[in-house]
Nanobody, 117 residues
Framework: QVQLAESGGGLVQPGGSLRLSCTAS????????MGWYRQAPGNQRKLVAR???????NIADSVKGRFTISRDIAKNTVYLQMNSLKPEDTAVYYC???????????WGQGTQVTVSS
């Protein structure tokens, strides 16, 4: 059973920083792309950032220059460093991992990020 465990969410003031982590466990095969998505109330889940095993990244325009995605292949972990946070970044952030050998992607349970003064 593949599981994704997220951590690092919380309440932060505008202009502050948070670092999200997500570790995958239970896979017999290597993990391909990993990424972060977010969903605000009343909105669809949207891509924030994705990263390949080779370190190629895809960052949403709305967070480009403020958020950085990275991963530790050996630890099956992906990180999202979020700087200069804005109230509009408030959402539930979900980790995603694509495992091609299983033919599907997996999701974490989500972690709340709230940006408010």
């Amino acid at each position: 059973q593949v599981q994704l465990a997220e951590s690092g969410g919380g309440l932060v003031q505008p202009g502050g920083s948070l670092r999200l982590s997500c570790t995958a466990s239970g896979s017999r095969f290597r993990i391909n792309d990993m990424g972060w998505y977010r969903q605000a109330p009343g909105n669809q889940r949207k891509l924030v950032a994705r990263i390949t095993r080779d370190g190629i990244t895809n960052i949403a325009d709305s967070v480009k220059g403020r958020f950085t995605i990275s991963r530790d292949i050996a630890k099956n972990t992906v990180y999202l460093q979020m700087n200069s946070l804005k109230p509009e970044d408030t959402a539930v952030y979900y980790c995603n991992a694509d495992i091609q050998a299983y033919g599907r992607a997996y999701w974490g349970q989500g972690t709340q990020v709230t940006v408010s003064s």
